[in-house]
């Protein structure tokens, strides 16, 4: 059986011909745990977007096996004052495996039930989603993703503007989709917290810096030059000449 | 009892152009008023009026070109709303441009070319009678376009429930999910079309938008349940038909416009009255413990 895999080969990604990601090369083996970090403007949110199929590479390829693929924007498409309980919103999750047609049968239901349990919103089934606060949707996002059950899982920043004992939350359904064989890209700006959670990271700032085991690349020199590199964006930039 | 039999059934009973009224009505009510639902979650009220302007001019030609014929005027107002929704989805999916201003391009465009089209003919069409309908003139074949466009709309509306509703709630979870987003984002619009198509026969391409749209107001004022919003907006179109008809005709009002008049006291009704309505808001009310 072959394993599935995320490659990219000479990725660059950007928008109206200005890259935002340089040319980037490598692979994520299956059943990772991927910490993406790097400065804003860096290109984190770039890359995810373009492995989500939002956007086409500049140039280079994305090659993707995984068989189903669950991505939470950074801002999402959501609105928040549509007319949508908490458990009709966990649901949609399950659009991923029953499409737009397909029945949803009661022990599907039932592991909606289950997830919005598990993310700590029992009892909020039936309410409307506008009374939800910042955090309460976020815990409910998550319970919408595990009922998608994707093999291949995006998150850019799940945890901005979360107090810390969401994040202990969420962080354990992250590590238990990890123990399930998930793989798992998230995007962070907490380095304590991948240090002690995320056993790999990517660090990019408009090219890759480092790739690798956690304390290898969440080095004082690697941040440093991370840094350096940040937001340099210049409107009559010359076309890029690196080898292809 | 007999008072209020003469009032509100005898009118029905005693003239047929009265029956097919309330037929026709309540066929454009069951058809219309959830399709202005969906448009209002889409957070496109507006829509329905700028397709309308798109709508008339096409109508206006079939006119021109069939008379008082209304497979013509139903050919022409199909093709130009179609043409219109179609190009404007098109924009807005594959461009920066949003759904709003692509219509707004669109439908000015199809606006523009048939008033030169018809002030270049000499015609003299009764343009009145487009604009606003004739409820209390529907023949066989117009009553049968427009309830089969209602039984359509019900039956594509259930089928497609739930691809609109995500596209309304979250259209880039819906793209990730499923690559059927832009089918339920054109057949909607063509849904939009059709209704307004089949509705303009009896309350004219202005104010058939609003027996698409008040009701829709009004249901939001009443529920945060889209089941139940659904029902709301269809017997409040229902309500307002029926006590529409019966005051023009008793009161000797033009029909069309009562109609819309009596859906627009109920919205304003609900805006007062209703739970989510603004009297509600003011009342002092207790808070719960949690």
């Known amino acids: 059986m072959t394993r599935h895999k995320l490659a990219f080969r000479n990725l660059t990604l950007g928008y109206d011909r200005h890259p935002v990601v340089h040319h980037l090369e490598g692979v994520v083996e299956a059943g990772s745990l991927l910490a993406v970090i790097g ?123 979360i107090d810390q004992r969401t994040i202990s939350d969420l962080l354990t359904i992250i590590l238990n989709w990890h123990g399930e064989g998930r793989t798992i890209l998230t995007v962070l700006h907490d380095f304590e917290l991948v240090r002690r959670n995320f056993p790999l990271s990517l660090l990019v700032a408009r090219e890759m810096i480092a790739w690798g085991p956690t304390p290898e690349v969440l080095t004082t020199d690697n941040l440093a030059l991370a840094r350096h590199m940040s937001e340099a964006f210049d409107q009559d930039a010359a076309f890029c000449e690196r080898a292809a | 009892m007999m008072f209020l039999y003469d009032i509100l059934i005898a009118p029905f009973i005693e003239f047929p152009f009265m029956r097919r009224a309330l037929v026709g009505g ?96 000499g015609s003299n069409i009764d343009v009145l009678s487009l604009l606003f309908g004739s409820i209390l003139a529907l023949d066989n074949p117009t009553l049968l376009l427009i309830v089969s466009v209602s039984s359509l709309t019900l039956a594509a509306l259930s089928l497609g429930y739930r691809g609109i509703l995500m596209e309304c709630l979250d259209p880039g979870f819906a793209a990730g999910v499923s690559r059927q987003g832009a089918l339920f984002h054109f057949g909607f619009l063509v849904f939009v079309v059709l209704n307004l198509v089949a509705g303009f026969h009896a309350l004219g391409t202005l104010l058939v938008v609003g027996i698409m749209m008040l009701p829709a107001g009004t249901a939001r004022l009443w529920s945060d349940d889209i089941a139940k919003m659904l029902l709301i907006a269809m017997f409040s179109a229902m309500l307002a038909n029926i006590c529409g008809l019966i005051l023009s005709y008793h009161l000797g009002l033009a029909s069309g416009p009562a109609i819309i008049l009596v859906a627009g006291l109920i919205y304003v009704g609900s805006l007062i009255v209703a739970p989510l309505g603004i009297v509600r808001r003011l009342l002092p009310q207790r808070h719960l413990e949690a």
């Open chain 1, 39 to 161: 400065p804003n403007g860096g290109g984190k949110s770039t890359l995810l977007k373009a492995i989500a199929g939002q956007i086409e590479p500049l140039g280079g390829t994305i090659d993707n096996s995984f068989a189903s693929l669950a991505y939470m924007p950074q801002i999402g498409d959501l609105s928040r004052d549509f007319p949508v309980s908490v458990f009709d919103l966990a649901l949609t999750g399950l659009c991923s495996q029953r499409g737009m047609f397909g029945r949803i049968s009661r022990s599907e239901r039932q592991r909606a039930e289950e997830a919005i349990g598990k993310v700590g919103l029992s009892g909020f089934e039936d309410r409307s989603i506008r009374t939800l606060s910042g955090g309460q949707l976020q815990r409910l996002l998550f319970a919408r993703m595990m009922l998608q059950d994707a093999e291949l899982i995006l998150l850019d920043e799940p945890f901005a503007a």
């Open chain 2, 26 to 121: 309540i066929a454009v009510s069951i058809g219309a008023a959830p399709i202005g639902l969906f448009l209002m979650l889409r957070r496109m009220s507006l829509i329905g009026d700028a397709m309308a302007h798109a709508i008339l001019p096409g109508a206006a030609l079939g006119f021109l070109i069939g008379g008082i014929s209304l497979g013509a005027m139903t050919i022409g107002g199909l093709a130009a709303g179609l043409g219109v929704a179609l190009l404007a989805g098109l924009v807005a999916r594959s461009t920066l441009v949003k759904e709003d201003m692509a219509l707004a391009a669109f439908y000015l465009l199809s606006l523009a070319t048939g008033v030169l089209i018809l002030s270049g003919s």
